[in-house]
Every structure is written in C-alpha cells, then in structure tokens.
C-alpha cells in the first residue's frame, strides 16, 4: 500500500530553520507531484509548497523566498526547507502525493 512517512518537524526559534522529509512507498514516485501542506490550530489545511514530475515547483505566497521544494527521485523523498521561520508557520506539516495520498504529518513549532 502506499505510505507516506514525515521527519524532520520540532521546536525552533523564530528566524531559525528546519529541514522536512518525507519517505515515500508503494508507488511509483517519479510519476507523480509532491506537495506539502500544513494545518495551524482552528484553521484549514492550506498548501504550501508543491514540485512537479518536471521539477517545476510552486509556493504559496506567505513562504515565498524562505521555503525550498525539492525531490529526490532515486531516494522517493520529497523536502521542505524552511528557513526565516515565523510564528505563523507553526503548524503540522503533511505531504502529499498525486492528490490522494496523505502521511500523518510532523509539528513543527516557531517559537518567540
């Protein structure tokens, strides 16, 4: 069956960084896009970051030029780095394959 798994979520200070993971398994990864999004309390899942089987990626407007996208076809992983975190971005982190596919997600928590 197809699972996802994320790493790489913690506790950070604003202005601070991390670097998220996720593993994917049980299907043919080159094939489809990969995206990530995040869910902050009492709010709607919102997409942050997505990157195309041709490696073209897109960002939503609050993470532009501090968060990077990025896959690894061989590895079937797909990253997040996030750097200049804010408060704001405090929030599970989930990813996402071909639209239907979700893991469990991993917190990551900005702190002042």
């Known amino acids: 069956q197809v699972q996802l798994v994320e790493s790489g979520g913690g506790l950070v200070q604003a202005g601070g960084s991390l670097r998220l993971s996720c593993a994917v398994s049980?299907?043919?990864?080159?094939?489809?896009?990969m995206s990530w999004y995040r869910q902050a309390p009492g709010k709607q899942r919102e997409l942050v970051a997505q990157?195309?089987?041709?490696?073209?990626?897109n960002y939503a407007d609050s993470v532009k030029d501090r968060f990077t996208i990025s896959r690894d076809n061989a590895e079937k992983t797909v990253y997040l780095q996030m750097n200049g975190l804010k408060r704001e971005d405090t929030a599970v982190y989930y990813c996402?394959?071909?639209?239907?596919?979700w893991g469990k997600g991993t917190l990551v928590t900005v702190s002042e």
């Open positions: 990157i195309g089987r041709g490696y073209s990626t």
């Open positions: 996402n394959a071909a639209i239907a596919y």
């Open positions: 049980g299907l043919i990864f080159s094939n489809y896009a």
